[in-house]
C-alpha cells in the first residue's frame, strides 16, 4: 500500500493490544482513537502539531487502561516535507547513454544546490548505479536526487533483483559499482518494491 504524505503528516503504528480489550472490541477501540485523533487536530490545527511524546501518552491514558491479554506497542512518526526545489527526478530510457546522461543531470542539480564539492564522488556512484540498473531493466529507469541535511541518490528499475556486494578481480572490466557505492557513501541499501527496485545512496551534505 502506498499513500501520499503531506508534510505534517503523523503516522501512527499499534499493535490491536492497544485498541482491544475484553471490555471492548477492536472496532470499537478503532473508532475511539479515530475519534481521539480527530479532536486533537481539531484543537491544534495544521501547524501546531503536538509533539510526538505527549501524543501517544494522550493515546495510552484514553486506550491504555483495561483488562487486556496482549501487550501494547505503539509508534509516532511525523513526515516534515521536503521543498519541490530540493528534489529533482528524471526518467532515463534503459540504453548505452543512460549513464552519461545521468551524470551530467546530477552536476546541474549540484551546482543549483551549491553541492559542487560533491560533484565528483556523486557522478561516480551515480553513473555505477545507473550502469547496474539499465543491464536489467526494460522500462524507463528513474534517477532522484533529494536535498536535506544530507544528499540522497534513489535509483529505480523495473527488475527485482537485488544487487549483492561482490570483490572484483583484478582482471574483471566490472563489478566494481558496489564497492565504490560502500566506500564513497554514508551509507546505501536497496528496496524492493511491487514494481521492481530502488537503489539509494547518501553523501553528507556540504551547502557552499
Same mark, same amino acid.
Given at each position: 500500500? /502506498?499513500?501520499?504524505?503531506?508534510? #505534517?503528516?503523523?503516522?501512527?503504528?499499534?499493535? =490491536?493490544?492497544?485498541?482491544?480489550?475484553?471490555?471492548?472490541?477492536?472496532?470499537? #477501540?478503532?473508532?475511539?482513537?479515530? /475519534?481521539?485523533?480527530?479532536?486533537?487536530?481539531? %484543537?491544534?490545527?495544521?501547524?501546531?502539531?503536538?509533539?510526538? /511524546?505527549?501524543?501517544? @501518552?494522550?493515546?495510552?491514558? &484514553?486506550?491504555?487502561?483495561?483488562?487486556?491479554? =496482549?501487550?501494547?506497542? %505503539?509508534? +509516532?512518526?511525523?513526515?516534515?516535507?521536503?521543498?519541490?526545489?530540493?528534489?529533482?527526478?528524471?526518467?532515463?530510457?534503459?540504453?548505452?547513454?543512460?549513464?552519461?546522461?545521468? !551524470?551530467? %543531470?546530477?552536476?546541474?542539480? *549540484?551546482?543549483?544546490?551549491?553541492?559542487?564539492? *560533491?560533484? @565528483?564522488?556523486?557522478?561516480?556512484?551515480?553513473?555505477?548505479?545507473? $550502469?547496474?540498473?539499465?543491464?536489467?531493466?526494460?522500462?524507463?529507469?528513474?534517477?532522484? *536526487?533529494?536535498?536535506?541535511?544530507?544528499?540522497?541518490?534513489?535509483?529505480?528499475?523495473?527488475?527485482?533483483?537485488?544487487? !549483492?556486494?561482490?570483490?572484483?578481480?583484478?582482471?574483471?572490466?566490472?563489478?566494481? #559499482? %558496489?564497492?565504490?557505492?560502500? !566506500?564513497? +557513501?554514508?551509507?546505501?541499501?536497496? $528496496?524492493?518494491?511491487? $514494481?521492481?527496485?530502488?537503489?539509494?545512496?547518501? &553523501?553528507?551534505?556540504?551547502?557552499?
Amino acid at each position: 500500500v /502506498e499513500l501520499d504524505a503531506p508534510a #505534517g503528516a503523523t503516522l501512527l503504528l499499534y499493535t =490491536d493490544g492497544l485498541v482491544e480489550s475484553r471490555l471492548r472490541d477492536v472496532w470499537t #477501540g478503532i473508532e475511539q482513537l479515530r /475519534e481521539r485523533l480527530a479532536a486533537t487536530a481539531q %484543537l491544534t490545527g495544521d501547524d501546531h502539531s503536538p509533539p510526538l /511524546e505527549a501524543l501517544c @501518552d494522550d493515546v495510552l491514558d &484514553m486506550l491504555g487502561p483495561g483488562d487486556r491479554d =496482549d501487550d501494547i506497542a %505503539l509508534l +509516532a512518526a511525523r513526515f516534515d516535507g521536503i521543498a519541490p526545489s530540493d528534489v529533482a527526478y528524471w526518467y532515463l530510457e534503459p540504453e548505452d547513454a543512460a549513464p552519461g546522461r545521468a !551524470r551530467r %543531470l546530477a552536476r546541474r542539480a *549540484l551546482s543549483r544546490w551549491g553541492l559542487d564539492d *560533491l560533484a @565528483d564522488e556523486v557522478e561516480l556512484l551515480v553513473s555505477e548505479v545507473v $550502469t547496474n540498473a539499465v543491464r536489467y531493466a526494460e522500462r524507463p529507469v528513474t534517477l532522484r *536526487l533529494l536535498r536535506t541535511d544530507v544528499l540522497r541518490c534513489e535509483v529505480g528499475d523495473d527488475s527485482p533483483q537485488l544487487p !549483492r556486494q561482490r570483490r572484483a578481480r583484478e582482471t574483471d572490466e566490472g563489478g566494481r #559499482g %558496489l564497492f565504490l557505492v560502500n !566506500r564513497l +557513501a554514508r551509507r546505501w541499501g536497496a $528496496t524492493r518494491l511491487s $514494481t521492481g527496485k530502488v537503489v539509494w545512496f547518501e &553523501m553528507a551534505a556540504r551547502a557552499q
